[in-house]
Structure formats: structure tokens, C-alpha cells
């Protein structure tokens, strides 16, 4: 069975500056997608990245992108220019292409952003 | 717009009464997930369902029931043999067999007391 791990329960960060949340997986598949979401205090989960294991290239989206490391089964999230609005619980999440597609999430990383 | 509704929003219920939680999507998923989160940990996936009438067992299936009778709906049953029921209940669905992400609803926080 996947498993995912956030090794920092909070984090901080100051506006317009850069923070970088970590997320590993163990795994024994070679296709696989991985998924950073957001969950702001209204607790709707959004889809912040999604990274597909087969490409090499780090996904970018704005001012989110990912440092995938598949070797070392790394998939860290980087926040730049942070602002007010980044301030989330923020989960990384797997998902294999067997047992349904389902998702597994690591346990969230408490992002807060000071002014 | 598309997209998948849950409601109630809150859901209080006494113990030992079964209570069962709506979640429907216009989005024309084949897939559809249940999802329970506990302060401070991730979602854990309850059940799930690829095609009507299917669903299979994801990881903390004990006290909860689904059905699968329409493709926009899938409701959650919680029982009361459900030892812990209060938690945050999310519901999921994506387009089976594509590279896109699962679609959350908005939730129901349910309280057993």
C-alpha cells in the first residue's frame, strides 16, 4: 500500500516571501500522479499542482511549482510571493492508476502567512 | 454550473441512530469517493464507486453504506455501529480512466452526540 507522509504539521511564512512545504511517498508502482490541494478555512479542497510521475519536467502553475524527485520519491511544494490568501492547510496526495484511481493524502501542512 | 453539492452542510444526530449523507454531481463522472477527515490528520477514503451499481471498500468502510443506484448520486449511510461518526465527510468524483484530478464538494460536518 502507498503511503504519504508531510513532515511539517505547521509552517510560516512572511508575504512576498518564499516557503516550501515537503511531501515523500513510498511506492512500488512506476505510474502514478501526485497532487498538491489546498483546503482554506471554508474546508472546500482545491487542486493547487498535479505532477504525473512519467515526466521530468516540474509542474508550474503561477506562483506554485514542484520539485518532483522520483528516485528519492520527493515531491515538495514551493509558494513564492506568498500572500494572505495562500494561508491553507495544504495536503499532498498520491494516486496509482489501479484500485480505482483512489487518492491517498498525507496528514497537512498548516500554512500560516504573516503580513 | 457543474460541480458536486453535499448537503446538509451540518448534520447533528443522536447516537445509535443511523443518518445518511447526500452527495450529487452534474458533472458526469463515472467515479464517485467518500472521504472522512479528523482534526488534524488527511482524508481517509471510506468507499468508492467506478460505475452504477458498484462500489467497493477503501480503507475505514466498517459502519458506513453506500449505494450507487444513479450516476450523478452517491449517498453515504453512517450506522450506528460506527464507533466514532463525528468527523468532516467529503465527497469526490472524477472521470474514470482520465488524467484529471477528483473534484471535492463543499462537505458535511456531522456531529453524534
Known amino acids: 500500500a502507498q503511503t504519504v507522509t508531510q513532515s511539517q504539521p505547521e509552517m510560516s511564512v512572511q508575504e512576498a516571501e518564499t516557503v516550501t512545504l515537503s511531501c515523500t511517498y513510498d511506492?512500488?508502482?512506476?505510474?502514478?500522479?501526485l497532487f498538491w490541494y489546498k483546503q482554506p478555512p471554508s474546508r472546500q479542497m482545491i487542486l493547487v499542482i498535479r505532477q504525473e510521475a512519467y515526466k521530468q519536467q516540474n509542474a508550474t502553475e503561477n506562483r506554485f511549482s514542484v520539485n518532483f524527485q522520483k528516485a528519492a520519491k520527493s515531491f515538495s511544494l514551493k509558494i513564492s510571493d506568498s500572500q494572505l490568501g495562500d494561508a491553507a492547510m495544504y495536503f499532498c496526495?498520491?494516486?496509482?492508476?489501479?484500485?480505482?484511481?483512489?487518492?491517498?493524502f498525507g496528514e497537512g501542512t498548516q500554512l500560516t502567512v504573516n503580513p | 454550473d457543474g460541480g458536486i453539492t453535499q448537503s446538509p452542510k451540518y448534520l447533528f444526530r443522536k447516537e445509535g441512530q443511523n443518518v445518511t449523507l447526500s452527495c450529487e454531481q452534474n458533472?458526469?463522472?463515472?467515479?464517485m469517493y467518500w472521504y472522512r477527515q479528523d482534526p488534524g490528520q488527511g482524508l481517509r477514503l471510506i468507499y468508492y464507486?467506478?460505475?452504477?451499481?458498484?462500489?467497493q471498500k477503501g480503507d475505514i468502510a466498517e459502519g458506513y453504506s453506500v449505494s450507487r443506484e444513479k450516476k450523478e448520486s452517491f449517498p453515504l449511510t453512517v450506522t450506528s455501529a460506527q464507533k466514532n461518526p463525528t468527523a468532516f465527510y467529503l465527497c469526490?468524483?472524477?472521470?474514470?480512466?482520465?488524467?484529471?484530478?477528483?473534484?471535492f464538494g463543499p462537505g458535511t460536518r456531522l456531529t453524534v452526540t
Open positions: 458533472l458526469n463522472h463515472d467515479a
Open positions: 511506492t512500488s508502482e512506476s505510474d502514478y500522479y
Open positions: 469526490a468524483s472524477r472521470q474514470y480512466r482520465s488524467s484529471y484530478e477528483q473534484y
Open positions: 496526495a498520491y494516486r496509482s492508476e489501479g484500485s480505482g484511481s483512489r487518492l491517498t
Open positions: 464507486s467506478q460505475i452504477v451499481n458498484d462500489f
